[in-house]
């Protein structure tokens, strides 16, 4: 069985442990210590990551009360250096105690239990029972949590086989003695992953969004260094809005609202101009009467590419109509004739390295090159009105 030290001890970095084990499978060496700091995936916590003899863990896996370390290379024999990737293990306890003292901090607010945790690359989440939260409730969680992190609680770890004696925020899985992690005076919970000395070293938790899953919510929070970072980040791009604008800060949101419904309103104007002026070209080309039209746009969307070249073919018209900017798109219209353009449009988009399809009278879709374009208007007069 190996000895976890990272049970008794999150914050060992580096130790000398011998080898008891060693495998090769699937290319890989599996190797088995008599003692280690690196602790593997559960609950919620992602594995601890670091080398053996400089040659990097790859995976961690627990087996028969022994953890297996994962290499791309044979250690040797003997005994091996373990170093611990110490600032993401660190990383992982500021978050997963944060998690523990969030998780009482809602029962006891809200009466909303965790249903479950994860620590992701970028932020950690709990789903917690609980349909619905409100800002001012937001508010007052993260005050609580902030007034016990300041408390500098220590944080305790035990093992006890006397579930009776003890006060879990929720019933353990397994059976016997198990590992318990206080928060001394807030919370006991069964837990076997990595934690801090003190609620203090959370230094911050910050709710930064909630998300509703299925009848409940899930939040999402940073905590200690994950926690500055975030506040450097926004602070950042608060300078540089308030550089732009020259407001305070507060009244910046009121301002970008506002000018964002001018953008929309202008371009909504844009558009209702677009649209007229496209209408007076149309009605231009209906009088000049050519079985094909072609016309090359810029600035034109999707949308108005396919009114110009269905609004000539309803009046009998055939039709070709494309743009390289914004977006490289072309729309073939067939008023005139029985040609089938599906027939043809594997070899349209050939010619343009495009892909594209639709019906027997209208095709479209995305060209990368349009310099054989010529090529494209040949295609159309040999088959349209045949």
């Known amino acids: 069985m190996t000895e976890k030290i990272y049970q008794r001890d999150s914050y060992c ?35 601890d990551q670091g080398t053996i003899n400089d040659f990097p863990v790859l995976e961690l896996a627990s087996e028969d009360d022994d ?19 110490f600032p993401r293990r660190y990383d ?40 619905g939260f409100a800002e001012e409730e937001i508010k007052a969680l993260e005050e609580e949590c ?29 059976q016997g003695e198990i590992r318990v992690v206080e928060i001394a005076g807030l919370d ?27 009848a409940n919510i899930r939040l999402y929070y940073t905590a200690g260094y994950r926690a500055l970072r975030d506040y450097q980040l926004k602070h950042l791009v608060a300078q540089h809005l308030q550089r732009l604008v020259t407001l305070p800060l507060a009244e910046i949101p009121a301002r970008v609202e506002a000018q964002l419904k001018e953008k929309d309103e202008l371009r909504r104007a844009l ?5 007229r002026e496209l209408e007076l070209e149309i009605a231009g080309e209906i009088a000049l009467d050519r079985s094909l039209v072609v016309r090359e ?7 108005e590419l396919r009114f110009f070249a269905t609004s000539l073919l309803n009046q009998g018209r055939n039709v070709l109509a494309y743009s390289q900017s914004p977006q490289q798109y072309l729309v073939i219209g067939r008023g005139l004739g029985n040609c089938d353009l599906q027939r ?10 495009g892909k594209g399809g639709g019906s027997a009278n209208l095709i479209e879709g995305r060209g990368q090159d349009f310099s054989k374009i010529s090529k494209v208007v040949e295609l159309l007069d040999a088959n349209l009105g045949a």
Request: proline share 5%; charged share 25%.
């Open 13 to 47: 970095r580096e130790i000398t442990a011998r080898i008891s084990g060693q495998e090769q499978r699937h290319g890989r060496f599996r190797i088995r210590l008599e003692r280690t700091i690196f602790c593997p995936e559960g609950g919620g916590q992602p594995a």
């Open 146 to 174: 902030a007034r016990l992190i300041f408390a500098n609680l220590p944080v305790l770890i035990f093992r006890s086989d006397d579930i009776s004696a003890l006060h879990l925020r929720k019933s353990p899985k397994r």
């Open 67 to 85: 953890i297996i370390h994962v290499l791309e290379q044979a250690p040797g024999q003997g005994e091996a250096c373990l170093r611990l990737d």
């Open 271 to 275: 558009k209702k101009a677009q649209r």
């Open 297 to 303: 746009f810029s600035g034109l969307d999707i949308p």
């Open 92 to 131: 992982h306890m500021q978050q997963h105690t944060a998690q523990h003292l969030l998780s009482q901090v809602l029962l006891r607010l809200f009466a909303a239990p965790t249903l479950s945790f994860a620590i992701g690359p970028d932020h950690s989440s709990i789903e917690i029972g609980k349909t």
């Open 344 to 353: 043809i449009s594997a070899r349209v988009f050939a010619l343009l390295n």
């Open 188 to 214: 006991q919970s069964a837990c076997g992953g990595t934690h801090l000395k003190s609620s203090a070293e959370i230094g911050l938790l910050k709710i930064i969004r909630t998300e509703r899953i299925r």
